[in-house]
């Protein structure tokens, strides 16, 4: 099949973080707090797993729940203390009141990146259209992957719209890389794979016992079989 998929594990703590490694994890994604989705995690424990694991970190700058930015200065002020404290990749999307993408945060917060790479998440799914979102971001520096499920309701619902995106690849608003997670099953991905799509983002998949308990090393080392059986 060519390039290894990326497999991309989200990570509450160094449990999480190691298992998520040994497992054969890509990539963490790292947060705190599910019950909201997923916020951004504390300096101290973005450090305490720089110093667990070496594969790459993509941490979340989101300080409320929902897709509003809200304290855009409090978001600013955590990256920037991200950034000096080691972190290099990150995760971030704000929409408005319109359910347009607020690109005055967004901007703002990539500005003080210094150029990392960065995702724009799930909100893309809650977007009112995300043809424009994607035309509105293209050329932001660092920006490199869309993680999305195609819909709000998970990809069962948003097949259709991830396969018309991954054939776009290489348009304008369409070169970033998509990552495919949000109610993602093992089922979906032959389908995934032969439009092309190479990357994948588990959270619940990781943990087949809940959110309570830490990421399986087996759940991760099965999904990594599937993918590198291509």
Do not use: N
């Not at 160094?14 to 989705?37: Q, S, Y």
């Not at 951004?40 to 509003?68: H, N, Q, W, Y």
């Not at 799930?122 to 995300?130: G, K, L, N, S, T």
């Amino acid at each position: 099949m060519g390039q290894r998929a990326v497999l991309e594990v989200i990570a509450l703590g160094v449990e999480d973080a190691v298992a998520a490694r040994d497992g054969g994890a890509d990539r963490l994604e790292l947060v705190t707090d599910m019950a909201a989705d997923g916020l951004t995690p504390t300096v101290a424990a973005f450090a305490e797993i720089r110093a667990a694991v070496d594969i790459p970190l993509r941490v979340m700058l989101r300080v409320t729940d929902g897709f509003a930015a809200g304290d855009v200065d409090g978001v600013v002020r955590v990256a920037r203390e991200l950034r000096g404290v080691g972190a290099e990749e990150f995760v971030l999307g704000f929409l408005g009141a319109d359910g347009g993408v607020d690109l005055g945060a967004v901007e703002r917060v990539v500005g003080v990146l210094d150029g990392c790479r960065w995702t724009f998440h799930r909100a893309i799914d809650h977007a009112v259209d995300r043809d424009a979102l994607r035309k509105q971001l293209d050329g932001l520096p660092g920006l490199d992957t869309y993680l999305t499920a195609g819909s709000v309701a998970g990809v069962d619902e948003g097949l259709p719209t991830l396969l018309a995106e991954a054939a776009r690849g290489g348009e304008p608003g369409y070169e970033q890389r998509l990552l495919v997670g949000g109610g993602l099953r093992l089922e979906h991905v032959p389908r995934l794979r032969a439009a092309g799509v190479d990357a994948f983002h588990i959270g619940g998949a990781a943990r087949p016992e809940g959110w309570g308990r830490p990421v399986s090393v087996a759940a991760v080392g099965e999904w990594r079989g599937v993918l590198d059986a291509g």
